[in-house]
């Protein structure tokens, strides 16, 4: 009975303890070449974790233009615990826009086509959807695709052995560290929540 006493209060004190602290860093193995970031927020009194993967970069499929940049997230409440999506986004800034005005982005994981194309009440239906942004600024351009998973999904492009992104008339591939990143969160999707 002491013990399950003892046990109640260590565990709330580690929660308080994680409501407040600062954003904690994975511990990074010698061979990946990646971060993600746990941090907690509290909105409208409710405290929400956000697991973030901090950008990375994508050669360019033409070599004379800058890398696209990479990011991933999820985000789950504390009481809930459920994650209702993930996001995979894409950011360029070049001297030219490359990324489509019509938010549309085809994943091929192994394979597999999964298309996801701009579709404001996916989400809310528990379906992937995309949003591409697109912003002149001097003589750069700058701009962004944003695509939100449900979490099946992101975890079965996440799994892939070979994962080819198309969107617009740009074509790449990810490397297996960007595959690694994937993989990562999706096992944090899916672990149980502290």
């Keep these: ?86 996001y995979i986004s894409f950011y360029s800034l070049a001297l030219k826009c490359r990324f489509p005005h019509k938010a549309e982005v085809i994943f091929v994981a192994d394979g597999e086509n999964i298309r996801v194309g701009d579709d404001p009440g996916a989400a809310k239906r528990g379906e992937a959807t995309a949003i591409s942004l697109s912003e002149r600024g001097g003589d750069r351009c700058k701009e962004s695709l944003d695509v939100i998973l449900p979490q099946r999904v992101y975890v079965s492009i996440a799994k892939g052995q070979m994962v080819e992104v198309q969107f617009g008339e740009l074509r790449f591939r990810l490397n297996e560290n960007h595959l690694n990143a994937l993989r990562e969160l999706g096992r944090r999707m899916a672990a149980p929540k502290p």
């Design 1 to 86: 009975m002491f013990l399950l006493f003892l046990v109640g209060i260590l565990g709330g004190g580690c929660r308080s303890f994680a409501q407040r602290s600062k954003p904690t860093l994975s511990p990074r193995s010698p061979q990946a070449d990646y971060k993600i970031v746990t941090k907690n927020e509290t909105r409208n009194g409710d405290v929400i974790t956000i697991v973030s993967l901090e950008r990375m970069s994508i050669a360019s499929p033409d070599a004379a233009d800058e890398p696209i940049g990479f990011s991933s997230m999820f985000v789950y409440d504390q009481k809930s615990q459920a994650v209702p999506a993930a």
